[in-house]
T-cell receptor, first 113, second 109 residues
Framework: EAQVTQNPRYLITVTGKKLTVTCSQN?????MSWYRQDPGLGLRQIYY???????DKGDVPEGYKVSRKEKRNFPLILESPSPNQTSLYFC????????????FGQGTRLTVV | GQNIDQPTEMTATEGAIVQINCTYQ??????LFWYQQHAGEAPTFLSY??LDGLEEKGRFSSFLSRSKGYSYLLLKELQMKDSASYLC??????????WGAGTKLIIKP
């Protein structure tokens, strides 16, 4: 089954404790991205990757890091989480950047206390 | 700046028709998307318009007018399972997706 898998689904952590949210897709997609979704706001892109070893900042990259060592995986790293990073996070992939349809992971609800 | 506007919330009756509007101002245009998002779940793709006109897909249709910076999503024969948020997104000249905040659609029996 074609899918994007994120883990964990839910996470509560403390300020400053490094964490990683994993994202994996099995569709051989080149383009992957991370979004955060907050009440009353549209999805905002954090980082994106057009292919292996190619990553770039989105609209709200501060406080986040990513890596793309393999085509299927695109982890999101928070080196020192802060309460303003409490949000719902989605990983998405598509065939390429211009492709019409993006496939989203199930989401990770992160709370930083 | 870039901006996508859509109503925050709409209510409709089961079996009826509802139209969700989206207006946009973006740097360039490479297509407009509609996604459906049930509460607590991932967005799923509904439609894509890049040329003016109406695209029909079953009970759902999407319309685009590029000159007016306007689109709508039309849902017919509403079912309770259509209760969800509907997200409008525009791909700008840099192929970046700009997202609206979403319209929460409530269906009443």
């Amino acid at each position: 089954e074609a899918q994007v898998t994120q883990n964990p689904r839910y996470l509560i952590t403390v300020t400053g404790k490094k964490l990683t949210v994993t994202c994996s897709q099995n569709m051989n997609h080149e383009y992957m991205s991370w979004y955060r979704q907050d009440p009353g706001l549209g999805l905002r892109q954090i980082y994106y990757s057009m292919n292996v070893e190619v990553t770039d900042k989105g609209d709200v990259p501060e406080g986040y890091k990513v890596s793309r060592k393999e085509k299927r995986n695109f982890p999101l790293i928070l080196e020192s989480p802060s309460p303003n990073q409490t949000s719902l996070y989605f990983c998405a992939s598509s065939l390429d950047r211009e492709n019409t349809e993006a496939f989203f992971g199930q989401g990770t609800r992160l709370t930083v206390v | 700046g870039q901006n996508i506007d859509q109503p925050t919330e709409m209510t409709a009756t089961e079996g009826a028709i509802v139209q969700i509007n989206c207006t946009y101002q973006t740097s360039g245009f490479n297509g407009l998307f509609w996604y459906q998002q049930h509460a607590g779940e991932a967005p799923t793709f509904l439609s894509y318009n890049v040329l003016d006109g109406l695209e029909e897909k079953g009970r759902f249709s999407s319309f685009l007018s590029r000159s007016k910076g306007y689109s709508y999503l039309l849902l017919k024969e509403l079912q309770m399972k259509d209760s969800a948020s509907y997200l409008c997104a525009v791909m700008d000249s840099n192929y970046q997706l700009i997202w609206g905040a979403g319209t929460k659609l409530i269906i009443k029996p």
